[in-house]
């Protein structure tokens, strides 16, 4: 545990002093002569970069949607008048026994029982 707080303190000691030191470096000016290789173009001229390609743009169609499909619903039958009966002549029948007749209906007074 010792070593760990003498470690810390050194580099918080490190640190400290570094900034001191860079402190007043503009009133020491340094000069160099640095050779080197240089390759390339002038140093007045920017690197090359070609000019962007860019792919066309992205067009989705969707498929067209199929057209509106209209149910048309069968006529209602009128509503029966109560107290009468309805008779159909074609299938010699009344209704409710008989649903739909291809003739017109015909009215009834309604019997008592014999």
Not at 22 to 33: C, L
Not at 44 to 68: D, F
Not at 91 to 99: F, R
Request: hydrophobic share 35%.
């Amino acid at each position: 545990m010792k070593n760990v707080a003498k470690t810390g303190l050194m580099v918080a000691l490190a640190c400290l002093l570094a900034g001191n030191a860079w402190a007043d470096h503009w009133h020491h000016p340094r000069t160099s002569v640095e050779l080197g290789f240089y390759w390339g173009g002038p140093w007045w001229y920017p690197h090359y970069y070609p000019y962007p390609v860019y792919g066309p743009p992205v067009v989705v169609v969707p498929p067209p949607s199929p057209p509106p499909v209209y149910i048309e619903q069968p006529r209602a039958a009128p509503p029966l008048e109560p107290g009468y009966w309805y008779y159909c002549r074609e299938a010699q029948a009344y209704y409710p026994y008989v649903k739909e007749c291809p003739s017109p209906w015909e009215k009834v007074a309604p019997q008592p029982r014999q």
